[in-house]
């Protein structure tokens, strides 16, 4: 496996879509990536609404909620501490937060992301994440991205001033086979941690064709 890169995601996309033209390509490259990620985690697509405050502000009232791309089931990652019964799942012993996965398939111009990107969508992806926890619950945002993609540090500074942690999965692919893989998480904000807990996952996830199979509609 090596690691998979922006213009390598672009590349194949443009090889196996048509050959389409470049804004056309950004779209495919972009729904390729983000479905080719969902299945190598085993995770289905999200469709429901979270509210965000810090959206509709910063949008002047444009948008005032987000959707990640899946919401994470709770046998994918755990923060545990000594201490106190901690639970990043719904509903788990001790507390009760959101886990949520976003797919970052933005191929076309940097190789940053941002919080003010696609009109905030992050920023108030913690907005909304913040607002989940109950007792000691820890919500979670995964943001899965390209080998040569960065999380700008104003991003993960804001979340864990909101109490969110952040973990970045990075991909890999296999020339030889043709499939792509999710890699483990890296936490990029252990201070959004309570004292003495850690953060760990537990699932190994699984390769996937790339393109995939199947594609979503966006």
Known sequence: MEPFLRADIRFLSWLHG??????????????????????????????ERFPSQVRDA???GRLKNVVPDSVIDSAASRIVGSAANISTTIGGTGGAALDVVEVWGEMKVTGTVTGGARAHQ????????????VGNGVPTLHIVTAADTKIEPSLINY???RGVV???????????????????GTILNSGALPPGAIWREDRVYSQAPYPPTQNSEE
């Open 18 to 47: 048509g050959r389409p033209r470049p804004n056309a390509l950004n779209v495919r490259a972009g729904r390729d990536f983000e479905n080719a990620a969902l299945q190598s985690m085993g995770l289905s697509s999200n469709s």
């Open 159 to 161: 979340a864990t001033e």
């Open 58 to 60: 910063l949008s002047g």
């Open 122 to 133: 992050l920023n108030g992806m913690v907005d909304a994440l913040s607002q989940t926890k």
């Open 166 to 184: 952040v973990i970045q999965n990075t991909t890999s692919y296999d020339t030889d086979t043709g499939r792509m893989i999710v890699n483990s």
